[in-house]
T-cell receptor, first 108, second 115 residues
């Protein structure tokens, strides 16, 4: 079957670091995506991992462990504008299988 | 470059009425997806087209939903008759190909309310 899980909601403080975890179970895996979605807007692409390890893009980094079925998104130096939902999705054949999203609340 | 363009952005309609949502994918993209997003169910894939051909419509809720892609630059999602439970955000998205790792680009969504 196909299963992907991430926490429903997280809270962090402006300027801090937060890690959003994503676990998945699938027999067919071809990479993992992270998308950001602000309230009332469409999801936008953040990162894609196909190999194990850490991919860094400025304040955002994404990690993948295929053997553990695990990924995380690391956000550093949090800003108020980072308040959004973060969706992980794994690539299985022609489509993405989406997590329910993690709502990240940033407090001053 | 223009992104995925959807219309209407917002629609409020009465139960039983027909609803047509429209999408123009990014030029050159040959994969098109229709998604529905609700608080309860998250992001759900309704149907996927590749080169204008429907490949997988298993996510279409029922016969009231239909989708077409008459050419590479246009697709529609139709609900007839609409019901209050169809209220959701409907996203159209496109991707360069079916190859692994191709990023999906979303339109801004059509916010549907059926009363």
């Amino acid at each position: 079957g196909q299963n992907i899980d991430q926490p429903t909601e997280m809270t962090a403080t402006e300027g801090a670091i937060v890690q959003i975890n994503c676990t998945y179970q699938t027999s067919g895996f071809n990479g993992l995506f992270w998308y950001q979605q602000h309230a009332g807007e469409a999801p936008t692409f953040l990162s894609y991992n196909v190999l194990d390890g850490l991919e860094e893009k400025g304040r955002f980094s994404s990690f993948l462990s295929r053997s553990k079925g695990y990924s995380y998104l690391l956000l550093k130096e949090l800003q108020m504008k980072d308040s959004a939902s973060y969706l992980c999705a794994y690539n299985s054949n022609y489509q993405l299988i989406w997590g329910a999203g993690t709502k990240l609340i940033i407090k001053p | 470059d223009a992104g995925v363009i959807q219309s209407p952005r917002h629609e409020v309609t009465e139960m039983g009425q027909e609803v047509t949502l429209r999408c123009k994918p990014i030029s050159g993209h040959n994969s098109l997806f229709w998604y529905r997003q609700t608080m309860m169910r998250g992001l759900e894939l309704l149907i996927y087209f590749n080169n204008n051909v429907p490949i997988d419509d298993s996510g279409m809720p029922e016969d009231r939903f239909s989708a077409k892609m008459p050419n590479a630059s246009f697709s529609t999602l139709k609900i007839q008759p609409s019901e209050p439970r169809d209220s959701a955000v409907y996203f159209c998205a496109s991707s360069p190909s079916t190859g692994d790792g191709n990023t999906i680009y979303f339109g801004e969504g059509s916010w549907l309310t059926v009363v």
